[in-house]
T-cell receptor, first 113, second 113 residues
Framework: GAVVSQHPSRVICKSGTSVKIECRSLDFQATTMFWYRQFPKQSLMLMATSNEGSKATYEQGVEKDKFLINHASLTLSTLTVTSAHPEDSSFYIC?????????FGPGTRLTVL | GDSVTQMEGPVTLSEEAFLTINCTYTATGYPSLFWYVQYPGEGLQLLLKATKADDKGSNKGFEATYRKETTSFHLEKGSVQVSDSAVYFCALGSYNQGGKLIFGQGTELSVKP
């Protein structure tokens, strides 16, 4: 089956620093990947669509300069949280489509101190 | 815009009880509908799906029927087990939008022995 990995699984950083989260499709290629944010006990909120070879498409209300997305290859998308602040602490999840199904990564827990 | 509404949790049931988790949606066009499950500490997994009106998705004893007339996709299981304890998410998606998903807020299910 299709597997999506994320790295790191957990990260703790200081306020003002930047953090990069990787999303990889391990056994298939994905020209599109999706980034979601999940707050505790709440739903997944779609942040942006990552497009290989072109700019990401951001959902309304998501700051492009805060959440930088780069789809570097057909198997890798990265989300960089720039100048992170405590309110950016959350669970970030990526997904990639394969054969008309979305496969999700295990998520990255970001804690900003 | 498109949206999904689920019944609020947490839902606590005894083993072998009947489960219903309500889900209604608002969408333009003809989306596909999904139920995802998130077990503690794990990523989202597709539980079942339906791609058109009157389709019934089923998996692991769970069922849901795509009802266009009531814009609903309620999840049911006749006899729950302790191992079904998880958070369940209803979602809609449209592949002409690149496969991105809109999630409901999630319903936490706890099954007691």
């Amino acid at each position: 089956g299709a597997v999506v990995s994320q790295h790191p699984s957990r990260v703790i950083c200081k306020s003002g620093t930047s953090v990069k989260i990787e999303c990889r499709s391990l056994d298939f290629q994905a020209t599109t990947m999706f980034w979601y944010r999940q707050f505790p006990k709440q739903s997944l909120m779609l942040m942006a669509t990552s497009n290989e070879g072109s700019k990401a498409t951001y959902e309304q209300g998501v700051e492009k300069d805060k959440f930088l997305i780069n789809h570097a290859s057909l198997t890798l998308s990265t989300l960089t949280v720039t100048s992170a602040h405590p309110e950016d602490s959350s669970f970030y999840i990526c997904s990639a489509p394969y054969h008309n199904e979305q496969f999700f990564g295990p998520g990255t827990r970001l804690t900003v101190l | 815009g498109d949206s999904v509404t689920q019944m609020e949790g947490p839902v606590t049931l005894s083993e072998e009880a009947f489960l219903t988790i309500n889900c209604t949606y608002t969408a333009t066009g003809y989306p596909s509908l999904f139920w995802y499950v998130q077990y503690p500490g794990e990523g989202l997994q597709l539980l079942l799906k339906a791609t058109k009106a009157d389709d019934k998705g089923s998996n692991k004893g769970f069922e849901a029927t795509y009802r266009k007339e009531t814009t609903s996709f309620h999840l049911e299981k006749g006899s729950v087990q302790v191992s079904d304890s998880a958070v369940y998410f209803c979602a809609l998606g449209s592949y002409n939008q690149g496969g991105k998903l809109i999630f409901g807020q999630g319903t936490e299910l706890s099954v007691k022995p």
